[in-house]
C-alpha cells in the first residue's frame, strides 16, 4: 500500500524527502523484517495471553520423551502471530498490483484457515471436556479430519498451478537468438557487455534442473506429442502433489521447539536470494537462470516471512512459551512449496526441504515396517525407536535444544548447496 501511495504522490506531482525509497526492492525488503519483527516480538506475548486465558493450551500425550511433561499447558495456535507477521508488512511494502503477491496472500490466509480450524476443534474439544469437569485426553479424532487438511492443501495446489500455468502475467523472458520476426509479439532488446541481445516472452510450464549446464525442463515432454496440449493437466498435479507433501512434511517436523520455525526461517532465506536474482534482469543474465518480471516482489513477502519467524523464535525457542500449532507449520510449509515452484526451483525441494523429507520419510518407514513384520511375525517391529526422526534422537538421551541446533546446521549446509547450483552446471 504504501508502495502505492508513494507513486500517486509522485504522479501529483508531489515532491517530498524519501519520495523515491519505495524504487528500490532491497529498502522495501529490510523495511518488512524490520517490521515483522516488531509485529510478532510486540504482539506475541499479548496473544500469548489471550491464548492462556482461553485454555488454547496444549495436550501432551506421554510418550516417554524427556521433558514432554513441562511442555502441558503451553499455549498453541502461536501460527496466527507468524500469518500476522507475515500479511501486514507485505500489504505495505509489497506491490499488490503482481501475480505473484497477491497468489502468496492467499496461500497464506488459506492455508492460515485450514491450520486455525484444525487447531480450533481441538481447543473446542480441550474446553468441553473442562466443562464437563473431564480429564482431557488427546485424540487424533480432535480437530480437522486428515481428508479435509488434504482436501485444503489439494484446493491451494490446484489454484497454484492453474494461476501459474493459465494467467497472462505469468511469464518467463528468454534471449531469443538472432533477430526476432514478426510473429514474437513481446521483445525487449538489452544491451549487456556491449552486445545487444533480444530477449522474448514465453509461457510453458518448464523446471529448472541443479548441476546441468543446459538447465531447463519443459514437463510437457513427459507426454506423448498427441496429449501434450493437455500438459496443463499434469503441470497441475505435479503443483498439488509438491505442495502436500512439503506442508505436510513441515507440519511433521513442528515437534521441537523450534525446530519447524528456524528451518523454514532458513529456507526463506535461499528462496529470498533466488527470487530476487530471478526478478532482476543483470542478476539472471549474469548467472544465466530465467528472467521473471516482477519476481523480486516475492523477496519482501519472503523477508516478511522471515522476520516473522525469527521474531516467533523469541517465544518459540526452547524452553517454548507457546507453540505455532497446524495454523503455523501448513502455512509455512504451503508458502515454501508455492514460492518454490513459482521460481521454478521445485526440483531443488529435496534438497533445501531435506530436514522435512527425512521427517516424512522416517514416519512412512516406521509404519511400512511396522506393518509388515506384524504381519510376517505377528509382532510389530520399529527401525527408529520413534517417529519422527527427532523424537528417535530424545529417546537417545539427546537433549531437545541440541537436536533443534544440529537440524538447523544441517538446513544451513542445504541451503548453501542450492545457493551453489547458481553457478555451479
Known amino acids: 500500500m504504501l508502495y502505492h501511495l508513494f507513486e500517486w504522490l509522485k504522479a501529483q506531482g508531489i515532491n517530498f524527502p524519501g519520495r523515491n525509497l519505495m524504487d528500490f526492492i532491497t529498502f522495501r525488503v529490510m523495511m518488512a523484517v524490520l517490521l515483522a519483527l516488531t509485529i510478532t516480538l510486540i504482539f506475541g506475548k499479548r496473544l500469548i495471553n489471550v491464548l492462556r486465558r482461553r485454555l488454547a493450551g496444549e495436550t501432551v500425550r506421554d510418550l516417554g520423551l524427556a521433558g514432554e511433561q513441562a511442555k502441558k499447558g503451553t499455549p498453541t495456535m502461536g501460527g496466527l502471530i507468524i500469518i500476522l507477521g507475515i500479511l501486514v508488512p507485505t500489504l505495505l511494502f509489497a506491490r499488490l498490483d503482481t501475480v505473484y ?32 469437569g473431564e480429564v482431557y485426553k488427546k485424540s487424533d479424532k480432535d480437530g480437522l479430519a486428515g481428508k479435509f487438511k488434504i482436501f485444503g492443501q489439494v484446493v491451494l495446489g490446484v489454484t497454484v498451478g492453474a494461476v501459474l500455468y493459465f494467467n497472462s502475467n505469468v511469464k518467463i523472458w528468454r534471449e531469443f537468438i538472432g533477430t526476432p520476426g514478426p510473429s514474437e509479439t513481446e521483445v525487449i532488446t538489452k544491451t549487456v557487455n556491449n552486445k545487444t541481445k533480444h530477449f522474448v516472452a514465453t509461457k510453458e510450464p518448464v523446471t529448472t534442473i541443479p548441476f546441468v549446464k543446459t538447465h531447463e525442463f519443459n514437463y510437457s515432454k513427459l507426454l506423448p506429442e498427441p496429449l501434450r496440449p493437455y500438459s496443463w493437466i499434469l503441470y497441475i498435479a505435479i503443483v498439488v502433489f509438491i505442495i ?16 519447524a520455525t528456524g528451518t523454514s526461517a532458513l529456507i526463506g532465506v535461499m528462496l529470498g536470494i533466488f527470487a530476487y536474482a530471478s526478478g532482476n534482469f543483470n542478476f539472471a543474465d549474469y548467472l544465466n537462470i530465467m528472467y521473471i518480471p516482477n519476481l523480486g516482489e516475492l523477496s519482501i513477502f519472503l523477508a516478511a516471512m522471515i522476520g516473522a519467524c525469527v521474531g516467533f523464535l523469541w517465544y518459540n525457542s526452547y524452553p517454548a512459551q507457546v507453540f505455532m500449532g497446524d495454523t503455523g507449520s501448513l502455512t509455512l510449509g504451503g508458502i515454501i512449496a508455492s514460492i518454490a515452484i513459482i521460481v521454478h526451483k521445485e526440483l531443488l525441494i529435496p534438497i533445501f526441504c531435506g530436514v522435512f523429507l527425512v521427517e516424512n520419510i522416517s514416519v512412512m518407514l516406521q509404519v511400512a515396517y511396522f506393518k509388515y513384520t506384524k504381519k510376517k511375525y505377528g509382532e510389530g517391529r520399529r527401525i527408529f525407536l520413534m517417529s519422527p526422526l527427532h523424537h528417535h534422537y530424545q529417546k537417545l538421551g539427546y537433549h531437545e535444544a541440541k537436536i533443534v541446533t544440529r537440524f538447523w546446521i544441517v538446513q544451513i549446509l542445504l541451503v548453501v548447496v542450492c545457493i551453489v547450483t547458481l553457478k555451479l552446471r
Do not use: C, H, P
Open 101 to 132: 503477491i497477491l497468489l502468496m496472500l492467499f496461500t497464506t490466509i488459506w492455508l492460515g484457515a485450514v491450520g486455525f480450524t484444525d487447531d480450533y476443534l481441538k481447543l473446542r474439544a480441550k474446553r468441553q471436556a473442562a466443562e464437563k
Open 244 to 259: 502436500v507433501a512439503v506442508s505436510n512434511g513441515a507440519n511433521i517436523t513442528d515437534g521441537l521447539d523450534g525446530l
